[in-house]
């Protein structure tokens, strides 16, 4: 199941997409980059989505498929021929009247990519943008005219910028790196999944526990972070935000319910605790007569995840995954 949900996932990994271009470049390839800049009305390329188009033949990503992406990947390998490249601007309009601009679509939206050529002298840049993702860090990812660079600079609010004079003078700016983290408490066999599962769906994962010497955790090689914690002093640890999502799966009830006593109150994008009916009453009902209102309760996923009868840890992962989609899209 696990496999299968890498599968479909897979086409617009970002990462993916990265360690393509700097293979492709590390075999002296040249490589198109093609990013959806601006989107309007119904189109299926959403801004950010990425692909990449090499000179051996092959390609990663997505810019929305279709028609409109086998012209587009078509264009790239035409231009890479060319001995002077240049970065460009292609516009497309789903619909079947548009001229020189049309898609071969006709969902009535339209959408702008950014052509970007790239080759040997761009390698440090591309590797530079791997390890800084791969470790889970962000930084401000800059295509113009003129280029692409990346640095640890972060000036903007939005994460995506896209401004055009005119066809010689644009830029797209975008927030790479920034992702909405897991926070995942408790590093026992369920976390494991559940830390693979949210890596896929590229969040940004960290795994806490009290634990010394847990193999369960040492060897997670799915989270960006572990960090060993106090569990009765974690409230600073998970920041307040849409980008904030936590999971409670620790050894315990009671340690469970020392996290849970911390968290219930912030504002987090989501809060989920595992366990049966009979427990999450008995903590709830704890918490309560510590103080803590029924208003915040309310918030909180527990038992956790969507209810697909799970049996094994890869399906309480997808279940909790499922559910934590499911509120990220509303």
């Known amino acids: 199941m696990v496999v299968f949900l890498s599968y479909l996932i897979d086409k617009n990994n970002p990462m993916k997409v990265w360690n393509f ?3 492709e470049l590390s075999e002296k390839q040249k490589v198109m980059l093609v990013t959806v800049v601006e989107r309007n009305g119904s189109s299926p390329g959403v801004v950010g989505f990425k692909m990449a188009v090499s000179e051996s033949g092959e390609m990663s990503g997505s810019i929305g498929g279709g028609v409109m992406e086998y012209n587009m990947v078509n264009l790239a390998r035409k231009e890479l021929q060319k001995s002077n490249l240049k970065p460009f601007i292609k516009h497309q309009v789903h619909q079947p009247d548009a001229g020189k ?17 790239l080759d040997k002298s761009d390698f440090e840049t591309i590797n530079n943008i791997v390890i800084k993702l791969d470790i889970g860090e962000n930084g401000l990812l800059q295509l113009n005219n003129k280029g692409i660079t990346f640095n640890d600079t972060i000036n903007t609010d939005n994460g995506i910028e896209y401004q055009k004079k005119d066809d010689e003078n644009w830029e797209y700016t ?4 920034l992702k909405d983290t897991i926070y995942i408490f408790g590093a026992g066999h369920v976390s494991v999944p559940v830390s693979q599962i949210f890596r896929l769906l590229d969040f940004k994962v960290v795994l806490l526990d009290d634990r010394k010497d847990l193999p369960t955790f040492e060897n997670n090689m ?3 972070q572990k960090k060993l914690v106090d569990f009765k002093n974690i409230s600073n640890i998970v920041p307040e935000g849409n980008r904030s999502y936590a999971v409670i799966m620790t050894v315990g009830h009671k340690s469970d319910e020392i996290v849970l006593k911390q968290l219930v109150t912030k504002d987090l994008k989501y809060l989920g605790m595992i366990g049966s009916k009979k427990k999450v009453q008995n903590t709830f009902e704890s918490l309560k007569k510590q103080g803590i209102q029924e208003s915040d309760l309310k ?4 038992p956790i995840g969507l209810d697909i009868n799970s049996k094994t840890t890869a399906e309480i992962g997808i279940s909790i995954a499922a559910k934590v989609v499911q509120i990220r899209n509303c």
């Open 101 to 117: 601009d049309k898609s071969g679509l006709m969902c009535s939206g339209e959408q702008t990519h950014a052509f970007l050529p």
């Open 222 to 224: 799915y989270a960006h």
């Open 21 to 23: 271009i700097r293979e």
């Open 174 to 177: 975008e927030q790479i790196g």
């Open 299 to 302: 918030k909180v996923d527990s």
